[in-house]
């Protein structure tokens, strides 16, 4: 059964950079496509983006537009993890942050595994 | 960004009544390579989401047959033949046929 897991700190200040990692567990992340999405308080879903796991593909990224400057996402092959850093942070980037399992959507769609999320709460 | 609208964002149900969550989205989602990439979630109070349906009317393992998925090209509905108390929480569609990938806002199911 494959298991994700976010980690990381729990409290950012403006202006500074949020990092998290994503362990995965139960399969190998060379195998998949691996995902960000935030959740601010009471709100909706955002994707943040993607990174493709696949060997041939590994490394290449995509980013939600309204995050590009400030968004990165790599990949631990070594360590079977995938992390996300987001700078330059306001209190608007306050979320619940999911790491989540994309798949070859053609066969199987979007995001059939989530980790349980971690709350990232930014302020001074 | 592809705009995708759910509604009723409200859904009060009687137990073993059916429900009905429809999701629009301003554009197609038949993707290039002949697919359309519309899922569904549920996420309970203080849980992560959990994916239902892929590709308009297909059932994650696990998920039970009183949950099912139609629609074609920009108009797509989630039913449930009988809710069931498991059944609260908040259901989301999900566009994944055009980049960003975006969320409807969700509907909240209760049980009346």
């Known amino acids: 059964q494959v298991q994700l897991q976010e980690s990381g700190p729990g409290l950012v200040k403006p202006s500074e950079t949020l990092s998290l990692t994503c362990t995965v567990s139960g399969g190998s992340i060379s195998n998949y496509h691996w995902g960000w999405v935030r959740q601010p308080p009471g709100k909706g879903l955002e994707w943040i983006g993607y990174i493709f796991g696949y060997i041939f593909d590994s490394g290449r990224t995509n980013y939600n537009p309204s995050l590009v400057g400030r968004v990165t996402i790599s990949l631990d092959t070594s360590r079977n993890q995938f992390s996300l850093n987001l700078n330059s942070v306001t209190a608007a980037d306050t979320a619940v942050y999911y790491c989540?399992?994309?798949?070859?959507?053609?066969?199987?769609?979007?995001?059939?595994?989530w980790g349980q999320g971690t709350l990232v709460t930014v302020s001074s | 960004d592809v705009v995708v609208t759910q509604s009723p964002l409200s859904l009060p149900v009687t137990l073993g009544q059916p429900a009905s969550i429809s999701c629009r989205s301003g554009r197609s989602l038949v993707y290039s390579d002949g697919n359309t990439y519309l899922n569904w979630f549920h996420q309970r109070p203080g849980q992560s989401p959990r994916r239902l349906i892929y590709k308009v009317s297909n059932r994650d393992s696990g998920v039970p047959d009183r949950f099912s998925g139609s629609g074609s090209d920009t108009d797509f509905t989630l039913k449930i033949s009988r809710v069931e108390a498991e059944d609260v929480g908040v259901y989301y569609c999900?566009?994944?046929?055009?980049?960003?990938?975006?969320f409807g806002q969700g509907t909240k199911l209760e049980i009346k």
């Open positions: 989540a399992r994309q798949p070859s959507a053609s066969t199987s769609g979007h995001l059939d595994y």
């Open positions: 999900m566009q994944g046929s055009h980049w960003p990938y975006t």
